[in-house]
């Protein structure tokens, strides 16, 4: 049986998360990365490209605004992000990919437009 829930201990080190911050993260879906080298969106959008507070301000950017991973418009806050894509905010015209540092956290790195 799958698990609908994670503990933030029991996350992967490569996702970017403060130690003891709170009990409960977001599991992503499966898709095309594993959890290991991915983080859900709603992680990417508060953590990585830092343009939420929380999960709730996420949330409402996600289902109102348009959000595009590889150029598709996504939704559900559960959509795993991984290694080498790029999330891109059309109305303010910004791209990041997402890639690792040099301890293998994952990281969000501003592009130009065409590089997107």
């Given amino acids: 049986m799958v698990k609908k829930h994670l503990k933030q201990m029991a996350a992967p080190t490569s996702w970017p998360l403060k ?3 709170s009990v409960y993260v977001t599991r992503p ?3 095309a990365h594993p959890m290991s080298t991915g983080i859900p969106l709603v992680l990417a959008l508060t953590n ?3 343009v939420a507070k ?5 949330k409402h950017i996600l289902y109102h605004e348009e959000v ?3 150029q598709k418009r996504r939704t559900d806050p559960r959509f795993i ?8 905010f059309p109305k303010s015209k910004e ?3 997402v890639l690792r540092n040099e301890k293998g956290v ?3 790195h501003a592009i130009d437009a065409k590089e997107a």
């Fill in 48 to 50: 990585l490209v830092k």
């Fill in 19 to 21: 130690r003891k911050d």
């Fill in 95 to 97: 791209s990041f990919r």
């Fill in 29 to 31: 879906t499966p898709g």
């Fill in 54 to 58: 929380n999960t709730k301000e996420a």
């Fill in 106 to 108: 994952l990281i969000a």
């Fill in 68 to 70: 595009l991973v590889d």
């Fill in 81 to 88: 992000v991984g290694f080498f894509d790029t999330i891109t």
